[in-house]
């Protein structure tokens, strides 16, 4: 039997109870606004702005000098169910709200349908994340693990900056550019031999992520993560949506996104499915 989608997985949770969420949003903009009010199919929204927004219509508005800490304090405080961080700065909503909740280290990984419908996650996306083996190993597992609560089955993709054929060649090269191509050869297989001996479906892809996708691997895990920022942005340019951007491991629901979004509803649809999801 065809394992369910993401997107139909989302359609079962997201129907049970009405919640509060709220939105930060910078500025004005009539395109993330038609969608939030799509979204309001789903929850109720709150905005929360800058002072000196006073043109939206139909939704309650909550103005403040620092929307990123008033947000963060909501959630952490338990005024709305969940957030969708939206076009306010992420790295001081974040702060702001680690710095409420004390929480510990957390990941952000995002789940990406591209052109031809096939959804998979993608992590690290963003630069200062997985430079070291570890961190991927650890980025990897929670995705992992994530999934399989979904009820979707694992399928890990991790990837080298040099092709299978070349590190044979050049693999006794330690020093300069080569040298660094041939560490993320071996930190890939490091990787994929741990994720394995933890009884997971891994492979090291070296260079082959289109064939990695076609083979329906749902976990990419690129070389770092200026690596993983620039493959979000060729996947989006190209036509491809982000269905998700959960921040994972934190006791509220928290949803992250990219800066270039503009069409929130299922950001919605998936924030009201997750804070169901665990009601139950």
């Given at each position: 039997m065809r394992e369910k989608t993401f997107k139909e997985i989302v359609e079962m949770a997201e129907k049970k109870?009405?919640?509060?969420?709220?939105?930060g949003l910078q500025e004005e903009e009539k395109?993330?606004?038609?969608?939030?009010?799509?979204?309001?199919?789903?929850?109720?929204?709150?905005?929360?702005?800058?002072?000196?927004?006073?043109?939206?219509?139909?939704?309650?508005?909550?103005?403040?000098?620092?929307?990123?800490e008033k947000i963060a304090t909501m959630l952490a405080q338990g005024e709305v169910?969940?957030?969708?961080?939206?076009?306010?700065?992420?790295?001081?909503?974040?702060e702001a709200y680690r710095?409420?909740?004390?929480?510990?280290?957390?990941?952000?990984?995002?789940?990406?349908?591209?052109?031809?419908?096939?959804?998979?996650?993608?992590?690290?996306?963003?630069?200062?994340?997985?430079?070291?083996?570890?961190?991927r190993l650890f980025i990897?597992?929670?995705?992992?693990?994530?999934?399989?609560?979904?009820?979707?089955?694992?399928?890990?993709?991790?990837?080298?900056?040099?092709?299978?054929?070349?590190?044979?060649?050049?693999?006794?090269?330690?020093?300069?550019?080569?040298?660094?191509?041939?560490?993320?050869?071996?930190?890939?297989?490091?990787?994929?031999?741990?994720?394995?001996?933890?009884?997971?479906?891994?492979k090291n892809w070296a260079i082959d992520l289109n064939p990695a996708i076609e083979a329906e691997c749902n976990i990419i895990v690129p070389v770092n993560g200026m690596v993983g920022n620039q493959i979000f942005r060729a996947l989006y340019v190209c036509g491809s949506k982000m269905l998700a951007c959960p921040r994972l491991g934190l006791p509220h629901c928290y949803e992250d996104n990219s800066r270039t979004e503009r069409d929130f509803e299922f950001h919605v649809k998936w924030l009201v499915s997750w804070i169901n999801s665990k009601k139950v």
């Open positions: 109870d009405r919640p509060k969420i709220a939105f395109e993330i606004l038609a969608s939030l009010k799509k979204g309001k199919k789903y929850a109720d929204i709150i905005l929360v702005t800058p002072k000196g927004i006073t043109k939206v219509v139909g939704f309650e508005v909550v103005a403040s000098e620092n929307p990123e169910d969940g957030i969708i961080r939206g076009t306010i700065d992420d790295f001081k909503t974040y710095q409420i909740t004390n929480c510990k280290k957390v990941i952000n990984p995002a789940l990406m349908e591209d052109t031809k419908g096939r959804e998979f996650f993608l992590s690290p996306g963003s630069n200062p994340e997985g430079w070291e083996k570890e961190e990897a597992e929670q995705i992992a693990e994530f999934a399989k609560g979904l009820g979707i089955k694992p399928i890990i993709a991790v990837f080298a900056a040099e092709r299978h054929e070349t590190y044979p060649r050049k693999k006794h090269i330690r020093d300069g550019v080569v040298g660094i191509l041939n560490k993320t050869y071996e930190d890939a297989e490091w990787i994929v031999a741990e994720l394995v001996k933890k009884g997971y479906s891994a």
